[in-house]
């Protein structure tokens, strides 16, 4: 048995087959809908929960990966026999969990002080959402089970949150605006206007970067964006919710521009289709290093 183990949360969108093929532990986080609580990525599927979505009388809400959930899996995995624990956070601009990893860390070295020379416990903030950090964190599994040692793993992951980029378009606006992505003002005035808003999240900071005046300017100007800004010939991801024809055009039209397929596609799963809606398209990709 390896003795890395790869940890990270649901907001990555790690579906379940995924994380136990590559053996990655994903923390959950909680999603409460009309007043029930369910959790992200176990109680339903993607697509389970944008049906729930077009039924509930209120905007789903989640809360963070409690600082319990993380002493729980210090101890297993100390008392497993894991040497090295890297834990890849989802941004520290939009949840306390990245916190919650940290003091959570400290409460068990505290607790096992004879722990600190056996068990290196590193939490990373990837300053991102959805498979901006699931990718890495698959990918450093995979390095993981080739031999690779809990550095070389390290440096891969911080090399690639240095670099990568999401940028994706809601269809609509309303969990935009809940979430503070697009103002409410804003919000208003592309509803009025037709315009739909280009959102692009990097480094933690969000901000709306074009905005494309109906939807059939949409795909062209993702695709624009991405030809800019992406290093030829790295990997890249596309993110879909419940808009398959959409999803299948962007697939289609990218794939030719670029010159070679998506790495993966994948579904935004309850956490972050909570915030921004489960109408949307998107892509990640890895940009110049910043840092």
């Given at each position: 048995?390896?003795?890395?183990?790869?940890?990270?949360?649901?907001?990555?969108?790690?579906?379940?087959?995924?994380?136990?093929?590559?053996?990655?532990?994903?923390?959950p986080?909680?999603?409460?809908?009309?007043?029930?609580?369910?959790?992200?990525?176990?109680?339903?599927?993607?697509?389970?929960?944008?049906?729930?979505m077009?039924?509930?009388t209120?905007?789903?809400?989640?809360s963070?990966?409690?600082?319990?959930?993380?002493a729980?899996?210090?101890?297993?995995?100390?008392n497993?026999?894991?040497?090295?624990?890297?834990?890849?956070?989802?941004?520290?601009?939009?949840?306390?969990?990245?916190?919650?990893?940290?003091?959570?860390?400290?409460?068990?070295?505290?607790?096992?002080?004879?722990?600190?020379?056996?068990?290196?416990?590193?939490?990373i903030?990837?300053?991102?959402?959805?498979?901006t950090?699931?990718?890495?964190?698959?990918?450093?599994?995979?390095?993981?089970?080739?031999?690779c040692?809990?550095?070389?793993?390290?440096?891969?992951?911080?090399?690639?949150i240095?670099?990568?980029?999401?940028?994706?378009?809601s269809?609509?606006?309303?969990?935009?605006?809940?979430?503070g992505r697009?103002?409410?003002?804003a919000?208003?005035?592309?509803?009025?206007?037709?315009l739909?808003?280009?959102?692009?999240?990097?480094?933690?900071?969000?901000?709306?970067?074009e905005?494309?005046?109906?939807?059939?300017?949409?795909?062209?100007?993702?695709?624009d964006?991405?030809?800019?800004?992406?290093?030829?010939?790295?990997?890249?991801?596309?993110l879909?919710?419940?808009?398959?024809?959409?999803?299948?055009a962007?697939?289609?039209?990218?794939?030719?521009?670029?010159?070679?397929?998506?790495?993966?596609?994948?579904?935004?799963?309850?956490?972050?289709?909570?915030?921004?809606?489960?109408?949307?398209?998107?892509?990640?990709?890895?940009?110049?290093?910043?840092?």
């Amino acid at each position: 048995m390896s003795k890395i183990k790869i940890m990270t949360d649901s907001a990555s969108d790690i579906d379940i087959k995924l994380a136990d093929e590559y053996g990655v532990c994903v923390l959950p986080f909680t999603v409460v809908i009309d007043g029930k609580e369910y959790v992200d990525g176990i109680d339903f599927t993607p697509d389970e929960f944008y049906e729930k979505m077009a039924s509930c009388t209120d905007f789903p809400k989640t809360s963070q990966v409690r600082p319990d959930q993380f002493a729980e899996k210090y101890e297993q995995f100390y008392n497993e026999g894991i040497k090295d624990l890297i834990y890849v956070s989802i941004s520290s601009t939009g949840s306390s969990t990245y916190n919650n990893a940290l003091k959570s860390r400290d409460e068990f070295y505290e607790n096992h002080p004879e722990a600190k020379d056996k068990f290196k416990i590193t939490v990373i903030d990837s300053l991102n959402y959805t498979f901006t950090y699931g990718y890495p964190v698959i990918e450093a599994a995979a390095k993981a089970a080739r031999g690779c040692s809990a550095e070389e793993i390290i440096a891969f992951i911080e090399e690639w949150i240095s670099c990568t980029e999401v940028h994706f378009v809601s269809y609509t606006l309303d969990y935009v605006k809940r979430s503070g992505r697009v103002s409410a003002g804003a919000a208003f005035m592309g509803e009025l206007l037709g315009l739909k808003p280009i959102i692009s999240i990097i480094d933690g900071d969000s901000k709306v970067t074009e905005k494309v005046r109906g939807e059939k300017a949409i795909i062209p100007k993702l695709i624009d964006i991405s030809k800019n800004c992406m290093i030829p010939q790295t990997p890249y991801i596309l993110l879909e919710g419940c808009l398959p024809d959409e999803a299948a055009a962007f697939k289609k039209e990218i794939t030719k521009a670029v010159g070679y397929p998506p790495e993966r596609t994948v579904k935004i799963g309850s956490t972050i289709a909570s915030h921004a809606g489960p109408k949307i398209i998107g892509i990640v990709i890895k940009g110049q290093r910043r840092r």
